[in-house]
């Protein structure tokens, strides 16, 4: 446990110190570090999904504290937490089907008997939804959505306790770090995937403005250049930090047709563009985006013109918080110097100093907040959705019950 | 009429100019890209991939009638004196017959004096012929020598480097001669097979079509060698010849203006012998300019090839193109000013014609010292107004024709340096209307001062007044607790603020800035030295600050008759997320900068800014990822420096004629516009 408790603290330093660069390169690893987390947990002889539960939790806890605002780490600690529930499902539903083969013949048994269906069947539903394939029919006859719900982990944590053996003790920590793996794996692949809907989405002689610099936006072209699609991509540069620029030596050295223009030549430009695509530092349940700053005005301008506004994700973006006041409570404001050199203003600095209270006021917003309606479609590594739909998707990926990291741990 | 415009042509400050350069000097900066386009375009009915339109070639040669005479020169060029002067002689005659312009056949003559003092010189041959087809300026940078240096600029000037060499491998004549016809056919291409069928209609042999046009100036000209006499019956084929064209292009862009171009050219020719030819020169072409700006036509678009060639031969400031245009902005003027300015202060003496006071404004202009609609409007008034002092009536002329002509030139010296601005137009029509309504029985000197009188008059009350009632109007408008937005710098804004302020409102500012001029930490400081409470930002952050926001103030460099606000790139951007957020945008604009021009996006009409500052962050090396990218062929970039705000975005419009809703603009035309002097 200290060895894990130092590499907590340290990624929650790197995290405080805004270290980490991106969302997938946080979630990717935040994962790792659950996943250190888990295989460290001791496992008590009763309810081990519980333990693993609150040790994940109680870490958790630690990252999103350490940077609220990077939605990443919370929507992958809910994950594992979701991973958790969901591996504990399935294996006392395994574990009940074994039990069920040996009790059936006993009567005494009866109501346990009654139940395991239930149980069983809601753990298929509930690998159905994590290998996102629709759930059958049956299952949606048979399985009771409460059962499938909340309170069912612990219960039957505490129920499967007493009839599972010491070996599906182990089981459940190993799946549950398979089932990370897989999520890592995912947060890796992420790129690929969406960059495969590309060819889909971009005509020839597309023309496509983006803003700033996400990798995703990036693999997106590379792959529609790939499938030999000549569009050509007007780039904003996204001050303060310029990474347009960046993103538009990639894509020349790729031989895509660029074009740099001012953040402020957007709206001149917008009239000739056939789509926005952007990325984002995190989609809200309520099909709102959290984005790099300036994409907002984007988003307007693309409105005005009836211009498809395209967000590319990753799943690993999907934050299961319907915002409040988004562009002040999850905005990260930055260093002033990005914008006025402080050597340059130091004279009239002077003034402010010597009348108190500060003349000169310098905002430097890290984030936009992008309503839901300026969305026109969200592609993610499982394929295009609307806006609307952002709730559902979230309910695949996250239980309800961690909505809230931290109230329960305080409950 | 020869005996008088000899000697004239030997103290043309232009053909020494050429002699100069041809004797082996680097050619000037400019050089490198403006022959190359009419090289190329030249060369292209030689059989080359590129296209021009070969309308535009066949005008310019039926607007030279003389274009006979290069392959008399190249025959003097091979010995035979006296043909030259056959051909300066008879020039003049072909020129005069179909009234041509006057400097072109200026030219011609200043070939036949030129030829009989050094015949032998090839490359002092090949100058003036070249000064004929390009104009003026560009009479020093043609020698063979030049044309071989170039290493091409662009794709036009490499190709016609290729081509160039080619002729050279397929013609078997001299070396030179290659260079010679390449240059002569720029202007002759379309006149000259005619002329060959009747001189030496034999002549085309065995080289392909493309070829051929340019051998059959060669074999004019041996022709021509072969009987002098038919020196005579050679000026009436060019006559005919011009005159068919004149009739035939009637319709075509290029050649109107040549046709307008004229007439009053020909008026023109009686008063000339006192002023300097190079200014004359200038000033004559200027009329037909004139006569354009009087009817409301739309801006030069520079995708119609003909008219930038045009434009291209006239141009002071050397105009070298960007390497990657963007495609949606060819219509516009594309050219890096930087490196000009060396090159400008250099030319400063070989430019009598522009008052000293009128290049500097020029040269402020060039180099972006002065800039915002107000600044730049005042300074060229300022100017005008030096050159109007300056300026006397030259004997057998009239100080209205000769004044507008002379504004005209200047004007169009400040175009090539920086695209005027609504603004200015505005105050250049007002002078020239005032030019023009001058009593004729005045004196000069009375109407000098008062010309003086009225760009004075103009400055203050279309300026300096209207601010102040934009002021008045504007400060109505703020009340305490009051958060104001504005974006760049707008320096009537700067006013209102800052009197808001002085009369002890309470109110917080903030300032939206957007690259690539950082305007607004101009505003920033002037606001903060004032002592006035701000919010410095970018224009990213716009849709973070605006929660705040009451209040959003912009200037304007242009407001349309269909409402559009033309103003700094970025207004826009704040006006469309103030909007959003249902804030009143209130445009503070003067009523000198409306123009009864619509516009409906920022594409058809705006200007580009240098694009190299676009790869360069201000200050910070570390983001300077572009750096050494700008010359990729995949890559543009784009600097714009307009944008145009939608009517709907706007809440008011401040003026001093009082506050009107966008919808009213044209109501201040039809109100104001007449008696205003704005419009006559």
Same mark, same amino acid.
């Given at each position: ?43 008590? =002889? ?65 109501? %346990? ?47 499967? %306790? ?25 947060? %890796? ?10 060819? *889909? ?17 990036? %693999? ?67 099909? *709102? ?32 918080? @319907? ?65 609307? =739909?952002? =709730?559902?998707?979230?309910?695949? =990926? @996250? ?13 | ?59 310019? &040669? ?77 009479? /020093? ?57 009747? /001189?030496? &209609? ?174 730049? $409007? ?7 107004? /030096? ?68 760009? /004075? ?23 305490? &607790? ?90 826009? $951007? ?13 445009? $503070? $604009? ?91």
């Amino acid at each position: 446990m200290p060895d894990i408790q130092a590499h907590v603290n340290d990624f929650v330093l790197k995290l405080k110190r805004r270290k980490i660069e991106g969302s997938q390169a946080t979630a990717r690893q935040t994962a790792e570090l659950l996943r250190a987390v888990v295989s460290h947990q001791r496992l008590p =002889y009763t309810n081990q999904a519980l333990a693993l539960l609150d040790a994940v939790r109680d870490v958790g806890e630690q990252l999103i504290a350490a940077n609220p605002v990077e939605l990443a780490v919370g929507n992958i600690v809910r994950r594992v937490l979701h991973i958790i529930r969901e591996e504990d499902l399935t294996s006392v539903a395994s574990a009940v089907d074994g039990l069920g083969l040996s009790t059936n013949s006993d009567d005494d048994d009866n109501f %346990e008997h009654d139940d395991h269906p239930i149980l069983s069947a809601a753990a298929v539903a509930a690998t159905a939804r994590s290998t996102l394939r629709a759930p059958s029919l049956q299952t949606l006859l048979e399985g009771l959505p409460e059962s499938a719900s909340a309170p069912r982990p612990s219960s039957s944590g505490g129920d499967s %306790e007493g009839k599972s053996k010491s070996a599906e003790r182990k089981k459940l920590k190993h799946d549950v770090i398979e089932a990370i793996n897989e999520l890592i794996q995912d947060i %890796e692949t992420c790129h690929e995937q969406i960059s495969e809907q590309a060819v *889909g989405l971009i005509h020839q002689n597309e023309v496509i403005l983006t803003l700033g610099r996400s990798k995703t936006v990036k %693999e997106f072209l590379f792959a529609a250049n790939e499938k030999k699609r000549s569009f050509r991509v007007f780039i904003a540069e996204g001050a303060p930090r310029y990474q347009g620029h960046v993103l538009a030596k990639e894509l020349v050295a790729k031989g895509l047709q660029t074009t740099v223009i001012t953040d402020s030549a957007v709206f001149a430009m917008i009239s000739r563009v056939n789509m926005v695509i952007v990325g984002a530092h995190a989609i809200m349940a309520n099909g *709102g985006v959290i984005a790099p700053v300036g994409i907002n005005m984007v988003a307007l301008a693309a409105q005005r013109h009836a211009v498809p506004f395209v967000v590319v994700a990753g799943t690993h973006k999907l934050c299961p918080l @319907y915002p409040h006041n988004p562009e002040v409570l999850l905005n990260d404001l930055q260093c002033p110097s990005d914008l006025l050199d402080f050597g340059e203003f130091s004279d009239c600095m002077d003034f402010s100093t010597s009348g108190g209270s500060p003349l000169l006021h310098v905002v430097n917003p890290a984030f936009d907040f992008i309503p839901s309606k300026l969305v026109s479609l969200f592609v993610t590594d499982t394929g295009g959705h609307s806006p609307s =739909y952002m =709730y559902r998707l979230i309910a695949d =990926y @996250y239980s309800t019950d961690d909505f809230v990291v931290e109230r329960r741990i305080k409950s | 009429m020869d005996s008088r415009r000899l000697p004239r042509t030997v103290i043309d400050p232009k053909v020494r100019h050429v002699g100069f350069f041809t004797s082996g000097d680097p050619p000037p900066a400019r050089s490198l890209s403006v022959p190359a386009e009419t090289g190329a375009s030249a060369l292209s009915p030689v059989g080359l991939p590129s296209p021009p339109p070969t309308a535009e070639l066949s005008l310019t &040669g039926n607007s030279l009638p003389a274009a006979m005479t290069p392959p008399k020169r190249h025959a003097s060029a091979e010995g035979i004196h006296s043909l030259v002067r056959a051909a300066a002689s008879s020039t003049p005659i072909t020129a005069h017959g179909v009234q041509s312009p006057r400097r072109r056949d200026g030219i011609q003559i200043s070939i036949g004096s030129y030829n009989p003092s050094e015949p032998n010189a090839l490359s002092q041959v090949l100058s003036p012929s070249s000064s004929r087809f390009e104009g003026t300026e560009f009479s /020093d940078e043609t020698a063979a020598s030049a044309w071989l240096k170039r290493t091409g600029s662009g794709k036009e000037a490499g190709s016609f480097f290729g081509s160039s060499s080619d002729l050279m491998m397929s013609i078997e004549s001299n070396a030179t001669t290659p260079f010679r016809s390449a240059l002569t056919t720029v202007s002759v291409v379309k006149t000259l097979p005619e002329v060959t069928g009747k /001189d030496g &209609g034999a002549s085309i042999e065995t080289l392909n079509e493309g070829t051929g046009t340019v051998i059959s100036v060669q074999k004019t000209t041996k022709a021509e060698r072969r009987a002098i006499q038919e020196g005579q019956r050679a000026a009436k084929a060019a006559t005919k010849e011009a005159v068919k064209g004149g009739k035939s292009g009637g319709g075509a862009p290029g050649n109107t203006k040549q046709a307008k171009g004229a007439a009053p050219l020909y008026q023109k020719k009686d008063g000339h012998q006192d002023t300097a030819v190079a200014s004359e020169r200038r000033t004559d072409r200027n009329p037909d300019k004139d006569r354009k700006k009087d009817v409301p036509q739309p801006s030069m678009q520079f995708d119609d090839r003909t008219r930038v060639e045009k434009a291209k031969k006239r141009a002071v400031v050397s105009q070298r193109e960007v390497r990657n245009r963007v495609e949606l902005f060819r219509h516009l003027p594309q050219y890096e000013h930087g490196p000009q300015l060396p090159y400008l202060e250099s030319k400063f003496f070989h430019l009598g014609h522009i008052h000293p006071s009128v290049y500097k404004v020029g040269l402020q202009y060039l180099t972006g010292s002065s800039t915002g609609g107000n600044a730049r $409007c005042k300074e060229m008034l300022l100017g005008f107004r /030096d050159a109007i002092l300056d300026y006397s009536t030259p004997p057998e002329k009239t100080l209205v024709r000769d004044l507008t002509s002379k504004i005209n030139s200047f004007v169009s010296f400040l175009i090539e340096c920086r695209p005027l601005s609504v603004s200015m137009g505005n105050a250049i029509r007002f002078l020239k209307s005032r030019i023009v309504k001058l009593q004729p029985n005045l004196s000069e000197s009375e109407a000098k001062s008062n010309l003086i009188s009225d760009i /004075d008059h103009f400055i203050n009350e279309k300026i300096v007044i209207a601010d102040q009632v934009i002021v008045h109007h504007a400060i109505t408008k703020i009340r305490n &607790g009051d958060v104001l937005l504005t974006h760049g710098y707008s320096t009537v804004v700067e006013m209102i603020l800052v009197q808001a302020h002085e009369l002890g409102k309470q109110f917080r500012v903030v300032v939206i800035d957007s690259r690539p001029k950082l305007e607004g930490k101009t505003l920033l400081r002037k606001l903060v030295m004032n002592g006035l409470k701000c919010t410095y930002t970018h224009i990213n952050a716009i849709s973070y600050i605006m929660h705040e926001v009451t209040r959003v103030f912009l200037g304007a460099s242009a407001v349309l008759s269909n409402g559009t606000v033309y103003s700094r790139v970025g207004a826009a $951007c704040v006006a469309m997320v103030a909007h959003s957020f249902r804030i009143p945008v209130l445009i $503070c $604009c003067e009523a000198y900068k409306f123009h009864e021009r619509v516009l409906i996006d920022s594409i058809c009409s705006n200007e580009l800014g240098d694009p190299d500052v676009i790869s360069h962050v201000h200050e910070r090396e570390e983001l300077n990822h572009l750096q050494n990218w700008s010359h990729k062929e995949n890559l543009q970039l784009l600097n714009l420096v307009y944008d145009a705000t939608p009517s709907d975005y706007v809440s008011m419009i401040v003026t001093e004629h009082g506050m009107i809703p966008p919808t009213s603009v044209p109501v201040i035309f039809r109100e104001y516009g007449r008696d205003q002097l704005l419009f006559f």
